[in-house]
């Protein structure tokens, strides 16, 4: 895969700056340990809100699979730093089918029984949720710590999606067709990103996924519901900056001074190879804090080093 030009935004670096100690303490947490089973780690990533009612879970249908990818930052600061990335949805799209099949695998393998896509399209439940559904999920505007950030939305094998699948409505509307197909929702939206703090001779970047906002959501027939959110970042051991191109130095060679807009040359095989294993980690711990046990490890083993 080729190397990728990304448009990152790059927090200011003021001196007690909220935003910049956001994102270094971000750098602080510790690599993500794929040698242990994720399951056996979700206690200290994921927390849970909800209940369950009763431990069965009869038949599944994934409604909604989506991942994030961040893609560019715009700074709210007195000095204010935007950067823009260009990302590739055709070598994006096939790590999130990927990671939407291994849920469904897990699934299938713990007494449940799966309903596909087009089975699950054609129950009378899912007219409730048409209306909260984006047909074509491309890119999205929305705000963080540091500022505004631009990212694209990629959703599991190109179906339509839900991106508000924490609003009320959209809550509601998940309740009302599981309670009438009988059948247990679960949708789920992951975010991953850079931190990148930028220190005066040595910039650092780590890719992660991001916490409070990468979540699973189940909602179940009688009626109770269950949200797990990552409430620590899930970090990747590898910086993903490919070093000897432009983007992630001191000197502004690699400024675009028409648009003030700094570029990130990628090494797009650490990153790929980086979000296929660290996602996967993500949703499975996410899976075992609401009540399944995810089988199969497949996809998560040592990160290559990208070369």
């Given at each position: 895969?080729?190397?990728?030009?990304?448009?990152?935004?790059?927090?200011?670096?003021?001196?007690?700056?909220?935003?910049c100690?956001?994102?270094?303490a971000?750098?602080?947490?510790?690599i993500?340990?794929?040698?242990a089973?994720?399951?056996?780690?979700?206690?200290s990533?994921?927390?849970?809100?909800?209940?369950?009612r009763?431990p069965?879970?009869?038949?599944?249908?994934?409604?909604?699979?989506?991942?994030?990818?961040?893609?560019?930052?715009?700074?709210?600061?007195?000095?204010?730093?935007h950067?823009?990335?260009?990302?590739?949805?055709?070598?994006?799209?096939?790590?999130?089918?990927?990671?939407?099949?291994?849920?469904?695998?897990?699934?299938?393998?713990?007494?449940?029984?799966?309903?596909?896509?087009?089975?699950?399209?054609?129950?009378?439940?899912?007219?409730?949720?048409?209306?909260?559904?984006?047909?074509?999920?491309?890119?999205?505007?929305?705000?963080?710590?540091?500022?505004?950030?631009?990212?694209?939305?990629?959703?599991?094998?190109?179906?339509?999606?839900?991106?508000?699948?924490?609003?009320?409505?959209?809550?509601?509307?998940?309740?009302?067709?599981?309670?009438?197909?009988?059948?247990?929702?679960?949708?789920?939206?992951?975010?991953?990103?850079?931190?990148?703090?930028?220190?005066?001779?040595?910039?650092?970047?780590?890719?992660?996924?991001?916490?409070?906002?990468?979540?699973?959501?189940?909602?179940?027939?009688?009626?109770?519901?269950?949200?797990?959110?990552?409430?620590?970042?899930?970090?990747?051991?590898?910086?993903?900056?490919?070093?000897?191109?432009?983007?992630?130095y001191?000197?502004?060679d690699?400024?675009?001074?028409?648009?003030?807009?700094?570029?990130?040359?990628?090494?797009?095989?650490?990153?790929?190879?980086?979000a296929?294993?660290?996602?996967?980690?993500?949703?499975d711990?996410?899976?075992?804090?609401?009540?399944?046990?995810?089988?199969?490890?497949?996809?998560?083993?040592?990160?290559?080093?990208?070369?």
């Open positions: 895969m080729r190397a990728l030009v990304f448009v990152a935004t790059l927090a200011a670096i003021a001196s007690g700056g909220v935003a100690a956001a994102a270094a971000d750098l602080t947490v510790p993500f340990d794929l040698s089973a994720p399951e056996s780690q979700a206690a990533y994921v927390k849970t809100a909800g209940r369950m009763s069965a879970t009869a038949r599944v249908a994934v409604v909604s699979f989506v991942v994030e990818f961040v893609d560019s930052h715009a700074t709210t600061s007195a000095k204010p730093v950067v823009a990335i260009e990302l590739d949805r055709d070598q994006l799209q096939p790590i999130v089918d990927t990671l939407f099949d291994s849920v469904v695998e897990n699934l299938r393998t713990m007494d449940t029984v799966i309903v596909g896509p087009a089975d699950a399209d054609m129950l009378a439940g899912h007219a409730s949720l048409a209306p909260y559904f984006a047909g074509a999920p491309g890119n999205r505007e929305s705000s963080d710590e540091i500022g505004k950030r631009t990212s694209l939305i990629i959703s599991a094998h190109a179906r339509p999606a839900l991106l508000d699948d924490q609003a009320p409505a959209t809550l509601a509307a998940q309740a009302a067709a599981s309670r009438l197909d009988g059948v247990t929702l679960v949708s789920v939206h992951l975010v991953v990103d850079f931190l990148l703090p930028r220190r005066k001779q040595a910039p650092a970047y780590a890719q992660v996924i991001r916490a409070m906002e990468s979540r699973c959501h189940l909602a179940r027939p009688d009626g109770s519901a269950m949200t797990a959110v990552l409430r620590q970042s899930v970090r990747a051991p590898l910086d993903p900056i490919a070093r000897g191109k432009a983007g992630g001191d000197n502004d690699d400024v675009d001074a028409a648009s003030d807009i700094e570029r990130l040359a990628v090494d797009a095989a650490v990153y790929y190879d980086q296929l294993r660290y996602l996967d980690a993500t949703q711990m996410m899976i075992a804090a609401l009540g399944f046990q995810p089988a199969n490890t497949s996809s998560r083993q040592a990160p290559s080093s990208g070369k």
